[in-house]
């Protein structure tokens, strides 16, 4: 049996979980708060270091991650 991977929908579902994440941080700073918790996204072909970084970048540097017992716990700088 051939498995066949969809490059696309990797790429779709990586600016997605991008995308979600800096949502959740707006609506956290909003609400007052400086850190919350995101779930690993396993089983999508999602590299966890370039998730990350993506979202530092895409930030400039003021959400910031680190992973810890299965999550990854983001924290929002002043």
Same mark, same amino acid.
């Given at each position: 049996m051939? @498995?066949?991977?969809?490059? $696309?929908? *990797?790429k779709i579902? &990586?600016k997605n979980? @991008?995308g979600?994440?800096?949502?959740i941080a707006q *609506?956290? #700073? /909003? #609400? %007052?708060y400086?850190r919350?918790s ?5 089983? *999508?072909?999602?590299?966890? /270091?370039n998730?990350? $970084?993506a =979202? /530092?970048?895409q930030t /400039?540097?003021? =959400?910031y #991650? &680190?992973?810890r017992? %299965?999550?990854?716990?983001?924290r929002?700088?002043?």
């Amino acid at each position: 049996m051939k @498995v066949i991977i969809n490059k $696309n929908q *990797q790429k779709i579902n &990586f600016k997605n979980h @991008v995308g979600t994440i800096i949502m959740i941080a707006q *609506q956290k #700073a /909003e #609400a %007052g708060y400086d850190r919350f918790s995101y779930p690993i996204p396993y089983g *999508q072909g999602i590299n966890l /270091e370039n998730l990350i $970084n993506a =979202v /530092e970048k895409q930030t /400039e540097q003021s =959400v910031y #991650a &680190f992973c810890r017992n %299965g999550i990854i716990k983001f924290r929002i700088r002043d």
